[in-house]
């Protein structure tokens, strides 16, 4: 008996049988995380590159705080997606190409470029850059931006297929 009470002892000591420390656990909540922010910037690649803005508002929180060249600002979602429309509108077909990302509980982190073609010259266009994300309730909250020069692109790997594709090993 004492020998059956020890064994116990030791297996909830190893967190085996305990609900305080269950890694299956973690790890699915983990893995359900990944999910969503796969999902959210899967909708927000379809925005963006395909145009389709009827899946704007369910990735854009209320409000949307913005660290870009503009300066550190909050923007209500249907301005922010507004602001979106006239740079597609300015520069009809861009497209943006991600090289790499990455997602860690609620951030997102991507290597991207824009691309497009200069409607009145017909010339080709890029610009590199880095984004941060925070994500709450399942929508982009805020974000930090920084540009390289006009002309950039990322030439040390190729682009992933899709945004939340996996990045390519170097």
């Known amino acids: 008996m004492i020998l059956l009470a020890l064994i116990g002892t030791g297996s909830a000591a190893l967190g085996q049988g305990s609900s305080a420390i269950n890694p299956t656990t973690e790890r699915a909540s983990a893995m359900s995380q990944d999910a969503v922010m796969t999902d959210l910037f899967n909708r927000w690649e379809k925005v963006w590159n395909e145009g389709k803005f009827d899946l704007a508002s369910g990735c ?42 990455s997602f860690s509980g609620t951030r997102a982190w991507f290597r991207f ?53 996996p990045p390519p090993i170097r």
């Open 60 to 101: 854009v929180a209320d409000t949307y705080t913005r660290h870009d060249p503009k300066g550190d600002r909050e923007v209500g979602r249907d301005a922010y997606i507004a602001e979106v429309a006239a740079i597609q509108k300015d520069r009809p077909g861009i497209q943006v190409v991600v090289y790499d990302h």
């Open 113 to 165: 470029a824009f691309k497009w073609t200069d409607a009145k010259t017909g010339e080709p266009h890029t610009q590199a850059g880095t984004q941060v994300y925070r994500v709450a309730d399942g929508k982009l909250a805020e974000t930090w931006i920084c540009f390289l020069p006009a002309g950039t692109v990322w030439t040390d790997v190729s682009a992933q297929d899709h945004w939340t594709s």
